[in-house]
């Protein structure tokens, strides 16, 4: 299984982003996709997922971002409003995917950058 990650970039403060994730392979189900983030210096942190047919959202997320999806796509996307500065980081495709023959197995994308810099 591959999650391939795109969309990020340089944002003003104030502007908007996409992030895209597509799961490829051999999928039977998704149980949980979504987003997070590694900003320089720090911890990984929960962004938004989609988990137990709801969604989870970070505190710093709620009312700027919303996680969609596309399930015939295997997709979940990203949008991101009002970007600040402190939303600087890597942002890491994550998934918990059954897979044929295998069961349940967690994977992460590669990582895209989020810049928000004036």
């Known amino acids: 299984v591959q999650l391939q990650a795109s969309g990020g970039g340089l944002v003003q403060p104030g502007g908007s982003l996409r992030l895209s994730c597509a799961a490829s392979?051999?999928?039977?189900?998704?149980?949980?996709m979504g987003w997070y983030r590694q900003a320089p210096g720090k911890e990984r942190e929960l962004v938004a997922l989609f988990i137990s047919g709801g969604t989870n959202y970070a505190d710093s997320a709620k009312g700027r971002f919303t996680i969609s999806r596309d399930n015939a796509k295997n997709t979940v996307y990203l949008q991101m409003d009002s970007l600040k500065p402190e939303d600087t980081a890597v942002y890491y495709c994550y998934a918990t995917v059954q897979r044929v023959g295998v069961g349940y197995r967690t994977y992460w994308g590669q990582g895209t950058q989020v810049t928000v810099s004036s």
């Open positions: 392979g051999s999928i039977l189900s998704i149980k949980v």
